[in-house]
């Protein structure tokens, strides 16, 4: 019996070294595809020898020598990758099931999302002295009907004496549609942002576009951010703040100024790589990482009576009509009973 064990046990000893050189060889694998990839496709170019370097010392840990399945080595990999962009992540890529095709034929885009709920459009109101307050929670792409859909937002408020735009809640979304709604209240023809694409080496620029209707240059912006305001809707308080056409009030925004895209490393290993970049025509930069900072840093939930005090009190120091004087004053009494 004793004699059976012992040959047993030697048998498993054999295959030990067996295994564990399978999943060194599997780490070392993933390791090389994956700074081949940063190599290759990440967008800031500076940071690659950084990244390359701190991969490769990582590698030499005890820490990564001890992972012992992907899941380990991913957590200690996306460590390492976030110290240099939240954006760079690896994960499992998602195995194919009956469940997931489900999930898959009843999953709703993003800009289909946009479609079926008034192209996000939530609130157009004229308030009290003739402050304009637009709402809306994403950027859909533009169409016929999207472009109508903003026309007539803009037609309530082509008279408004200054205007409010809410954009706590806003998600993004297409960037053609920061370009139509940023034309409506810039006269002249002004570049906007533009997109560095690693895949391709281009840089694509955005610019005002012709527009229907009645277009205010001069009145007075403001715009309401959070820190769940992300993407597109950032870029738009981003341009707006620098090309110096509104004051922005809230909190500083998500941060979110690169796109990225899944990159397949292995069948099973993928990474978030981040492969474009928001090129800021005034500052060259963007605001990736740190959000777009308002001018006045403010609660969210605080913001719109801020802005719209703001508002009243600029439209008290230059409007000359008694009766609008009136209403003026009497709207900051009111919100002030109401803070």
């Known amino acids: 019996m004793k004699r059976y064990l ?24 993933i390791v090389q595809a994956l700074t081949h990839s940063i190599e290759q496709n990440y967008v800031q170019q500076q940071k690659i020898p950084q990244i390359v370097s701190a991969l490769q010392a990582l590698s030499k840990t005890t820490e990564f020598t001890a992972a012992a399945d992907n899941q380990a080595l991913l957590l200690i990999l996306n460590q390492e990758l976030k110290k240099f962009d939240e954006h760079l992540d690896l994960s499992i890529v998602p195995q194919g099931d009956t469940h997931a095709k489900n999930t898959k034929q009843q999953y709703e885009s993003w800009f289909d999302k946009l479609a079926r709920k008034n192209f996000g459009f939530e609130k157009v109101e004229i308030l009290p002295a003739n402050v304009g307050l637009l709402s809306f ?43 139509l709604i940023s034309s409506y209240f810039l006269d002249k023809p002004t570049h906007l942002n533009s997109f560095y694409s690693r895949d391709t080496g281009l840089t694509s620029e955005f610019w005002t576009v012709p ?11 403001y715009i309401l951010t959070s820190n769940k305001t992300f993407s597109a809707a950032e870029e738009f308080a981003y341009n707006f703040k620098h ?5 922005i009030i809230g909190e500083p925004t998500k941060g979110g100024a ?37 001018h006045l840093k403010v609660a969210s939930e605080q913001a719109l009576d801020i802005a719209y005090s703001n508002a009243l009190l600029h439209l008290r120091e ?17 919100l002030k009973e109401h803070q």
């Open 318 to 334: 230059i409007s000359e009509g008694e009766r609008h004087l009136n209403d003026i004053e009497l709207a900051l009494k009111t």
């Open 211 to 221: 527009v229907t209707g009645k277009q205010r240059p001069n009145v007075p912006l």
């Open 243 to 247: 090309l110096g056409r509104a004051t």
């Open 258 to 294: 690169n796109p990225w895209r899944f990159i397949n490393l292995t069948p099973d290993i993928r990474v978030a790589m981040p492969t474009s970049m928001a090129v800021n025509p005034v500052t060259k930069s963007n605001w990736e990482g740190t959000g777009v900072i308002p």
């Open 6 to 29: 012992s040959v047993a046990l030697l048998g498993v000893g054999m295959l030990v070294p067996s295994v564990s050189g399978a999943q060194e060889q599997q780490k070392e694998t």
């Open 137 to 179: 929670w994403g950027f859909a792409n533009v169409t016929p009907r999207s472009k109508q859909k903003v026309h007539s937002a803009m037609m309530l408020l082509e008279d408004a004496d200054s205007i409010i735009i809410d954009l706590r809640n806003n998600g993004g979304g297409d960037a053609t549609m920061v370009q």
